[in-house]
């Protein structure tokens, strides 16, 4: 079968190109572009989806719902056009939708110039950290023109996650919602809503990002911020040329609507409110919460947040607003505000905007965070067989004067957990080394607690304000029960981090300000309701205490979602070795692993 559509590429100026859509024998939708060679910017997904459904093994696509998607122009923003590196020509890319129990595969095919993973950010990917994206740390990356597909199952997991690139900064424009739905026949833990709706928070560099980070990363300094905070891709009606693409939903007057918020900006903590409308939130990182009410909710970079929305006011137009929570004394960040019109239906009044936090309005972020608990009670590990204690922040490395020492005082900007800065390896993986036991690519000495002890957010004298640049792993017994505290310290200035464990969702069963005290924090912990998360925001100055159980063999990185701070070294990552018997050892690699 044969057929043409017509497709906005949304990396030109408005332009049409006919592709033509060929849906084979196996179901998988190939397409070409007519008389054009395939554009640069442009990555390909060919999705495959499967469903058990009893004993029938039932395969279906949902390609074609991913083709028929011609949206607005995606790469004109701020009066500019950019070219911008995408998925299937569209941005944000396309919205995966399956269910609880779904095996999915998705063939990547990498049609651009630069080398690109894909994340499938918050999935455990048990027993398989093949599929899990970051380069050099799980594969090596997808060179330009070549492909690879990702295969893996979704087990016991549903709410909101999201995809993205994990390949230098390419994620700024390459990502996506992962919706995970129960399974049939089981239904949501509240209400049914009638409108389900993502709601992707991002950034916009009104230049090409990747010459951004390029530009940073030769100079040593920070670098440039980003001109907008986007909704869905839109920066909305208060940014330049922006009120064309504003996004919008329409609701009726008693609709119940599930927002499922995701923080995808690369380097920026976000408020999102509603005006006039109360947000009940029902599930954070794709595990169901303890429901409570608020006006505003903060996301941290690689966050979800579930919230419900009844549109019970005035038929009108009502702003939902994003704008930044930023804690870094003195650094620049982007203050703009993002909008999306909520409109009931026939209404054209003036959208009315909601009252956003301070920029650097920490009370608001702890007393919604304080809120956030399991449903009930939750099986904690309780006796630790693994007490680490990890500082995490900035630091500088010292250089001689000239273009490469652009940092502040002749510096070069660096970031650190545990005096370690990360260094990624570039000629394999490190799970390729350490299953194939290739020597020197890493260590498996990542300390436990940080060289020195100091006074983390006093005064830290300059002594202490360089880090030393390392691979270090940490090496975790299976099923060993794991605590982290997770200490930010002032070096520069204290700043909240949102830190993301790979393969895992962790306890949060404590957070406080200054330094983490064993004895009386320790007594405070909740090991009762603990929120489950996958990226946990560590208080600006302040401390977070994470459990696990070491339950998923592989190698998985933990880092600051905070793309600079992760070019900069703010990482390390954990070997979980493997148990006893199959369910409890790593999957062998896929044929088609990228080779470096
Ligand atoms: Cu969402 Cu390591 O990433």
């Given at each position: 079968m044969k057929r043409e559509i017509r497709y906005i590429d949304s990396s030109t100026l408005d332009t049409l190109f006919s592709y033509i859509v060929e849906s084979s024998r196996d179901g998988l939708f190939r397409v070409w572009r007519e008389?054009?060679?395939?554009?640069?910017e442009n990555f390909k997904f060919d999705i495959r989806m499967y469903r058990d459904l009893g004993d029938s093994f039932n395969e279906e696509t949902i390609e074609s719902s991913i083709f028929h998607s011609v949206q607005e122009q995606a790469a004109t923003r701020l009066c500019r056009n950019h070219r911008i590196v995408n998925v299937n020509g569209q941005f944000p890319g396309p919205t995966i939708e399956v269910q609880n129990g779904d095996s999915l595969e998705v063939k990547v095919t990498n049609a651009v110039k630069y080398n690109v993973t894909i994340h499938w950010h918050g999935l455990r990917q048990m027993r398989n950290p093949w599929a899990d994206g970051p380069e050099f740390v799980t594969q090596c990356p997808i060179r330009p023109g070549a492909s690879y597909t990702y295969k893996f199952t979704i087990t016991d997991q549903e709410g909101t996650l999201w995809w993205h690139a994990h390949s230098r900064w390419l994620r700024a424009t390459v990502y996506g919602a992962l919706v995970i739905k129960p399974k049939s026949g089981s239904s949501y833990p509240f209400p049914t809503p009638t409108i389900e709706f993502p709601v992707v928070l991002g950034e916009w560099w009104d230049r090409k990002v990747i010459s951004v980070l390029r530009q940073a990363l030769f100079s040593g300094a920070a670098p440039n911020i980003s001109d907008a905070i986007t909704i869905n891709g839109q920066p909305g009606d208060l940014l330049r040329c922006s009120s064309q693409g504003t996004t919008k939903l329409t609701v009726n007057k008693g609709d119940t609507v599930l927002l499922r918020v995701i923080n995808a900006a690369l380097n920026q903590q976000l408020f999102f409110s509603v005006a006039n409308h109360k947000l009940t939130i029902v599930a954070t990182d794709a595990v169901y919460t303890k429901q409570f009410t608020t006006n505003v909710i903060m996301v941290g970079p690689g966050q979800t947040t579930d919230v419900l929305l009844t549109a019970d006011q005035q038929p009108g137009r009502y702003y939902m607003a994003a704008r930044a929570y930023a804690t870094a004394r003195n650094a620049p960040f982007d203050n703009t505000t993002a909008t999306a019109i909520l409109e009931y239906k026939s209404a054209n009044s003036q959208p009315i905007l909601p009252q956003l936090p301070a920029f650097n309005d920490t009370n608001t972020v702890t007393a919604f965070s304080n809120q956030i608990k399991s449903p009930g009670k939750v099986n904690v590990?309780?006796?630790?067989?693994e007490n680490l204690f990890f500082t995490i922040g900035l630091g500088f490395f010292n250089c001689s004067p000239g273009p490469r020492c652009q940092g502040p005082n002749n510096t070069r900007f660096g970031a650190s957990m545990n005096n370690v800065s990360f260094v990624l390896p570039n000629r394999v993986s490190l799970l390729q080394a350490y299953t194939q036991k290739i020597p020197n690519v890493y260590t498996p000495d990542f300390p436990r607690v940080p060289p020195v002890q100091f006074d983390y957010t006093g005064n830290v004298p300059r002594g202490l304000w360089q880090p030393v640049k390392g691979t270090k792993l940490y090496k975790l017994k299976f099923g060993s029960s794991v605590q982290i505290i997770l200490q930010d310290t002032s070096i520069f200035s204290t700043e909240d981090h949102p830190v993301h464990l790979h393969g895992y969702h962790f306890y949060v069963v404590g957070q406080g300000f200054g330094n983490f005290n064993p004895s009386s924090d320790t007594a405070n912990f909740n090991l009762v309701d603990p929120p489950q998360r996958n990226t946990i925001d560590v208080p600006v100055g302040g401390w977070a205490a994470i459990r696990f159980v070491a339950d998923n063999p592989g190698v998985w990185l933990m880092h600051c979602h905070i793309d600079t701070h992760l070019a900069w070294g703010f990482g390390m990552a954990f070997i979980v070795e493997n148990g006893v018997g199959e369910s409890e050892t790593l999957l062998p690699p896929p044929s088609d692993l990228p080779k470096c």
């Amino acid at each position: 079968m044969k057929r043409e559509i017509r497709y906005i590429d949304s990396s030109t100026l408005d332009t049409l190109f006919s592709y033509i859509v060929e849906s084979s024998r196996d179901g998988l939708f190939r397409v070409w572009r007519e008389k054009t060679n395939m554009k640069e910017e442009n990555f390909k997904f060919d999705i495959r989806m499967y469903r058990d459904l009893g004993d029938s093994f039932n395969e279906e696509t949902i390609e074609s719902s991913i083709f028929h998607s011609v949206q607005e122009q995606a790469a004109t923003r701020l009066c500019r056009n950019h070219r911008i590196v995408n998925v299937n020509g569209q941005f944000p890319g396309p919205t995966i939708e399956v269910q609880n129990g779904d095996s999915l595969e998705v063939k990547v095919t990498n049609a651009v110039k630069y080398n690109v993973t894909i994340h499938w950010h918050g999935l455990r990917q048990m027993r398989n950290p093949w599929a899990d994206g970051p380069e050099f740390v799980t594969q090596c990356p997808i060179r330009p023109g070549a492909s690879y597909t990702y295969k893996f199952t979704i087990t016991d997991q549903e709410g909101t996650l999201w995809w993205h690139a994990h390949s230098r900064w390419l994620r700024a424009t390459v990502y996506g919602a992962l919706v995970i739905k129960p399974k049939s026949g089981s239904s949501y833990p509240f209400p049914t809503p009638t409108i389900e709706f993502p709601v992707v928070l991002g950034e916009w560099w009104d230049r090409k990002v990747i010459s951004v980070l390029r530009q940073a990363l030769f100079s040593g300094a920070a670098p440039n911020i980003s001109d907008a905070i986007t909704i869905n891709g839109q920066p909305g009606d208060l940014l330049r040329c922006s009120s064309q693409g504003t996004t919008k939903l329409t609701v009726n007057k008693g609709d119940t609507v599930l927002l499922r918020v995701i923080n995808a900006a690369l380097n920026q903590q976000l408020f999102f409110s509603v005006a006039n409308h109360k947000l009940t939130i029902v599930a954070t990182d794709a595990v169901y919460t303890k429901q409570f009410t608020t006006n505003v909710i903060m996301v941290g970079p690689g966050q979800t947040t579930d919230v419900l929305l009844t549109a019970d006011q005035q038929p009108g137009r009502y702003y939902m607003a994003a704008r930044a929570y930023a804690t870094a004394r003195n650094a620049p960040f982007d203050n703009t505000t993002a909008t999306a019109i909520l409109e009931y239906k026939s209404a054209n009044s003036q959208p009315i905007l909601p009252q956003l936090p301070a920029f650097n309005d920490t009370n608001t972020v702890t007393a919604f965070s304080n809120q956030i608990k399991s449903p009930g009670k939750v099986n904690v590990p309780t006796k630790i067989d693994e007490n680490l204690f990890f500082t995490i922040g900035l630091g500088f490395f010292n250089c001689s004067p000239g273009p490469r020492c652009q940092g502040p005082n002749n510096t070069r900007f660096g970031a650190s957990m545990n005096n370690v800065s990360f260094v990624l390896p570039n000629r394999v993986s490190l799970l390729q080394a350490y299953t194939q036991k290739i020597p020197n690519v890493y260590t498996p000495d990542f300390p436990r607690v940080p060289p020195v002890q100091f006074d983390y957010t006093g005064n830290v004298p300059r002594g202490l304000w360089q880090p030393v640049k390392g691979t270090k792993l940490y090496k975790l017994k299976f099923g060993s029960s794991v605590q982290i505290i997770l200490q930010d310290t002032s070096i520069f200035s204290t700043e909240d981090h949102p830190v993301h464990l790979h393969g895992y969702h962790f306890y949060v069963v404590g957070q406080g300000f200054g330094n983490f005290n064993p004895s009386s924090d320790t007594a405070n912990f909740n090991l009762v309701d603990p929120p489950q998360r996958n990226t946990i925001d560590v208080p600006v100055g302040g401390w977070a205490a994470i459990r696990f159980v070491a339950d998923n063999p592989g190698v998985w990185l933990m880092h600051c979602h905070i793309d600079t701070h992760l070019a900069w070294g703010f990482g390390m990552a954990f070997i979980v070795e493997n148990g006893v018997g199959e369910s409890e050892t790593l999957l062998p690699p896929p044929s088609d692993l990228p080779k470096c």
